[in-house]
């Protein structure tokens, strides 16, 4: 099952990504709704029609981009504009390494990958991005942190951090991402923060500082110090 409109390809989602994927329903939908005028008017949504796991994350992608689309028509978003400062990917594992290129598919970036599954690679989370002046600043109160450390796969200098959300597109020259969800910090990222606290880039905890996740809309070649364009 494809979907020109979502992006939605059944052949990228294994049984674990669509069942992991269905149960974080709610929260993808509220980040993609999160601080809009009228933010309860869009929310109700309910994509457990079908018993088939296919068809019921697809209605929630596709609902998704619907949700994305209203309030991009209906909620103006200034766009911003930056650069990628850096690039990282390893096989799996942190810290991520310094690339000075890389090729971006619809899974993400090629030869870069995850050691356990269970948490991250799934269709949405093909891409982790962060601020590179939130980790100025985390260096700066003492942690002992640089790109790629948490994992992330780019850092954007210039983009207010505070003010992304899901369903913004990412454009770095034929690149085209689409924002999901924060990334919820783990112990695995404790060794970039002083006593262990990873939960200083909770989303919840410190809004504005978390990584987010990202999917592929259409793919490219990234270097560091391409032009970034955030946009609804």
Known sequence: MTCDVCGFDSVRWSEDDLERTLAHTDDLIGYVVAGAPDETSLT????????DPVVATHELMHRLDELAAIRRANDPFEPMVGTVDSV???SGGVPKLAVT?????PGGIEGDGQHNRRHHGRPWQALCLWSAER???????GHPIGPGAAGENLTLRGVDWSRLRGGLTIRIGDVLLRTSSPAAPCRKIGHCFSERHWNRIDHVEHPGW???????????TIRPGDPVTVAA
């Open 44 to 51: 109700p949504f309910s994509p457990h029609v079908s018993d």
């Open 88 to 90: 990282q990917a390893s």
């Open 101 to 105: 290129e890389v090729t971006v598919g």
């Open 135 to 141: 980790l100025d600043e985390l260096a700066a109160e």
């Open 210 to 220: 978390s990584r987010w996740y990202a999917s592929v809309l259409g793919g490219g």
